[in-house]
């Protein structure tokens, strides 16, 4: 089946600093990727849509300077959380689909992200 | 604004029991999938359905899409511990269309 692979699946860095989350779909080209953010005990948000080739597409509320998406090929998206602040952090999970809706969409493990 | 509510939010039950998740809209859905999430991790896929009135069985887990594919239940059987978790409903609307709603979550805690 599909696999989708996060790195890393946790980091802790300093306030102001960046982190870059890198998700990578493994057997299958996935023209398109999701990011979404989990805070503890509560549903996914979706945050943008990655797009290959092109800029993502973002979620109301989403600040795009503040997280950064590059789909450079048909197997890698990258978030790069800049100036990070304690209140980014959180839960953060990617997704890709093969194929159609029937397919549903396959997640990455996570990266637990806590800015100290 | 497309919504999907699940309920109950949260179940703790006792390893044996059986218990019925809930999947609500007033939109229409093209398709519907559920997903199975443990802390830690992403989702894990469990089961997408397509046709109204459609039922799939994946060992003691029923899923059953509404005729009117607003609405769907997760049934399980005989609970056991490693089905705890957090439980997500997905509903993806319109064809071709790559935004998908999720559901708030049930999260199941099953004792044993």
């Known amino acids: 089946g599909a696999v989708v692979s996060q790195h890393p699946s946790w980091v802790i860095c300093k306030s102001g600093t960046s982190v870059k989350i890198e998700c990578r779909s493994l057997?299958?080209?996935?023209?398109?990727m999701f990011w979404y953010r989990q805070f503890p005990k509560q549903s996914l948000m979706l945050m943008a849509t990655s797009n290959e080739g092109s800029k993502a597409t973002y979620e109301q509320g989403v600040e795009k300077d503040k997280f950064l998406i590059n789909h450079a090929s048909l197997t890698l998206s990258t978030l790069t959380v800049t100036s990070a602040h304690p209140e980014d952090s959180s839960f953060y999970i990617c997704?890709?689909?093969?194929?159609?809706?029937?397919?549903?969409?396959?997640f990455g493990s996570g990266t637990r992200l806590t800015v100290v | 604004t497309q919504l999907l509510e699940q309920s109950p939010q949260f179940l703790s039950i006792q390893e044996g029991e059986n218990l019925t998740v809930y999947c609500n809209s007033s939109?229409?859905?093209?398709?519907l999938q559920w997903y199975r999430q443990e802390p830690g991790e992403g989702p894990v896929l469990l089961v997408t359905v397509v046709t109204g009135g459609e039922v799939k069985k994946l060992k003691r887990l029923t899923f059953q899409f509404g005729d009117a594919r607003k609405d769907s239940s997760l049934h399980i059987t005989a609970a056991q511990t490693g089905d705890t978790g957090l439980y997500l409903c997905a509903g993806e609307a319109g064809t071709g269309g790559f935004k998908t709603i999720f559901g708030a979550g049930t999260r199941l805690f099953v004792k044993a």
């Open positions: 057997d299958f080209q996935a023209t398109t």
């Open positions: 997704s890709a689909r093969e194929g159609s809706a029937n397919y549903g969409y396959t």
């Open positions: 939109s229409v859905f093209s398709s």
